[in-house]
């Protein structure tokens, strides 16, 4: 089991960690350490133990402030995929909506033939009319 040595404010420490950790736990150091030095920063000295305690807890509030954050992300998230797939879905419905059918396009041919009929019966009406 590695032993590590960290600086947690003015004071020294060796703590032990299991194989692979020593990153880790520099890492966890080195954020505890940071908030010891903004209460070592403050006029008033602590004694070692409420500034560790002090500087643990600022850690914690920030771990609890940020997990906070993340359920809210999720959350929001969560709430613009269920947005995105009600789109989709509703685009989806405009595009069959916006589709014709057979049956309509079935009517219109109907009607422009129809129409070219009656047309050519005219010219051909006029075109008689002429000769």
Same mark, same amino acid.
Request: negative net charge.
């Given at each position: 089991?590695?032993?590590?040595?960290?600086?947690?404010?003015?004071?020294?420490?060796?703590?032990?960690?299991?194989?692979? &950790? %020593?990153?880790?736990?520099? +890492?966890? !150091?080195?954020?505890?350490?940071? @908030?010891?030095?903004?209460?070592? #920063?403050?006029?008033?000295?602590?004694?070692?133990?409420?500034?560790?305690?002090?500087?643990?807890?600022?850690?914690?509030?920030?771990?609890?402030?940020?997990?906070?954050?993340?359920?809210?992300? &999720? %959350?929001?998230?969560?709430? +613009?995929? !269920?947005?995105?797939?009600?789109? @989709?879905?509703?685009?989806?419905? #405009?595009?069959?909506?916006?589709?014709?059918?057979?049956?309509?396009?079935?009517?219109?041919?109907?009607?422009?033939?129809?129409?070219?009929?009656?047309?050519?019966?005219?010219?051909?009406?006029?075109?008689?009319?002429?000769?």
């Amino acid at each position: 089991m590695p032993e590590v040595s960290i600086r947690i404010g003015e004071r020294l420490f060796k703590v032990s960690c299991q194989d692979g &950790e %020593e990153g880790a736990l520099h +890492q966890a !150091a080195g954020l505890l350490n940071t @908030e010891a030095k903004t209460l070592e #920063g403050q006029s008033r000295r602590l004694p070692e133990a409420q500034m560790l305690l002090m500087a643990g807890l600022m850690v914690a509030d920030k771990h609890v402030s940020a997990a906070s954050n993340k359920r809210q992300l &999720e %959350e929001t998230v969560a709430r +613009q995929e !269920a947005q995105i797939k009600d789109l @989709e879905g509703q685009l989806e419905q #405009g595009r069959i909506q916006a589709a014709p059918t057979e049956d309509k396009v079935s009517e219109a041919l109907a009607r422009i033939a129809e129409r070219a009929e009656a047309l050519a019966e005219l010219a051909e009406e006029k075109s008689g009319a002429r000769a």
